[in-house]
């Protein structure tokens, strides 16, 4: 299973066939809750919220629970102290990627910092 970082999925949305070309299934990709929320805050329309949303159907959802929240403070605070800073929704999403023990699919260069103090995060590749 991959997650999807939000910029790909992004990007796929303005492309149809290639996400089409993907055969996206529960089973191969998934999607958290912040990346939800992140694609529902640039859509355009009720629409295309209505479209998301069963868009979103499609994914394995990864629940984050409330000691992932402190999981991703102390990985904030590690980065911090290391001279690195990733937006919050970045963190989180690399440390579901690591709770999950999933590759993130990004195009977003915070994540290979990340990485660089985290080995566990595995980049997918697309």
């Not at 355009?44 to 999981?71: A, C, H, K, P, R």
């Not at 590690?78 to 999950?100: C, E, H, S």
């Not at 290979?112 to 566990?120: H, N, S």
């Amino acid at each position: 299973m991959i997650l999807f970082d939000s910029n790909v999925l992004i990007d796929f949305w303005r492309k149809p066939k290639e996400l089409m070309n993907l055969g996206i299934t529960p089973e191969k990709f998934s999607i958290c809750g912040i990346v939800r929320a992140e694609l529902l805050h640039g859509a355009q329309s009720e629409d295309e919220i209505s479209d998301m949303l069963v868009f979103f159907e499609s994914f394995t959802n990864l629940i984050n629970d409330e000691y992932d929240w402190e999981g991703t403070g102390f990985l904030l605070q590690t980065l911090r102290q290391n001279g690195i800073q990733v937006p919050l929704a970045d963190a989180l999403i690399a440390f579901t990627a690591i709770k999950y023990d999933v590759p993130l699919w990004t195009r977003d260069q915070h994540f290979k910092f990340i990485q660089g103090l985290y080995p566990e995060l595995s980049l997918y590749e697309g």
